[in-house]
């Protein structure tokens, strides 16, 4: 139905040859290890994203942008249009993350607008929510990640098999080696998914895939992905290294195959 889904995010991280070199191995890993349910994913940055489409090329996984316009084309200098990251052949692009928030002031209006403009370059959304820690110790996460939702998907349709991909990353837990436990995870999780079934119905709710995101490594893969709306992770730092990032396909592949141990 849905796929699980494990998502580097480069983030400023690797040079030319760091990605080459990493796309090389992830070819080799890929050319012995096969599972349709399972969709590995990278980030790289905007200057190695053609190199790394060419490396993967034919083999099964995506290449993602980290972030794009929202706008279409014109004068918007050191901006990339979603038709430019199409034109590449990319198939998927991050938006919304809480780095984009924090430190470029990105409000849900204009993630929107990304959004939008991904959708209509056939480009497919990974769109970031999460709360912070104060909101998170004052009860509010709920209504700041129904909120995010709200304003990102405001009057957005989404049509079966052009779905987006939601990936709640609770901001106290980026890159500060505290993962929200399997459960609280799961209960987020859970709140996204009714909201995605009220609002685009079971068909679409059910073929989202809601990754989560902060401070994923091998060790807590397993748990993670056994939850019942935990459909994948969008990882930044354990990414980087290709040795960890073949260890967690290897967790999503025995996890949809059932024989994961945790
Ligand atoms: P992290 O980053 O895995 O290093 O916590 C996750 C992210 O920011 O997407």
Redesign the pocket.
């Known amino acids: 139905m849905r796929k699980t889904i494990i998502a580097g995010?480069w983030k400023m991280n690797k040079d030319a040859r760091e990605t080459e070199e990493f796309c090389v191995e992830l070819g080799l890993y890929l050319g012995r290890h096969n599972e349709d349910r399972v969709l590995p994913l990278i980030a790289p940055g905007f200057p190695f994203l053609t190199r790394a489409l060419e490396i993967l090329s034919g083999l099964p996984a995506a290449v993602a942008g980290q972030d794009v316009s929202s706008h279409a084309a014109g004068a918007y200098t050191g901006e990339v249009a979603a038709g430019q990251l199409r034109s590449l052949g990319l198939t998927h692009c991050i938006i919304g993350?809480s780095?984009r928030r924090q430190y470029h002031g990105e409000s849900d209006a204009e993630i929107r607008a990304k959004l939008l403009q991904l959708k209509s370059s056939g480009l497919i959304p990974i769109v970031c929510v999460g709360e912070s820690l104060a909101q998170r110790e004052n009860g509010e996460t709920e209504q700041v990640v129904l909120a995010q939702m709200n304003g990102c998907f405001e009057q957005v349709d989404l049509e079966t098999g052009r779905e987006a991909v939601v990936a709640y990353?609770p901001v106290w837990?980026?890159?500060t080696g505290k993962t929200a436990t399997a459960e609280q995870a799961q209960e987020v999780h859970g709140i996204i998914r009714t909201w995605l079934l009220q609002r685009y119905g079971a068909d679409i709710a059910g073929r989202i895939s809601i990754l989560y995101?902060?401070?994923?490594k091998p060790g807590n893969l397993a748990e993670l992905l056994q939850q019942p709306d935990i459909d994948g992770g969008?990882?930044?730092?354990?990414s980087l290294q290709i040795g960890d990032f073949c260890a967690m396909l290897d967790t999503a592949v025995k996890v949809v195959r059932g024989d994961a141990e945790c």
């Open positions: 995010n993350h780095e990353e837990a980026i890159g995101g902060g401070s994923v969008l990882i930044g730092g354990a």
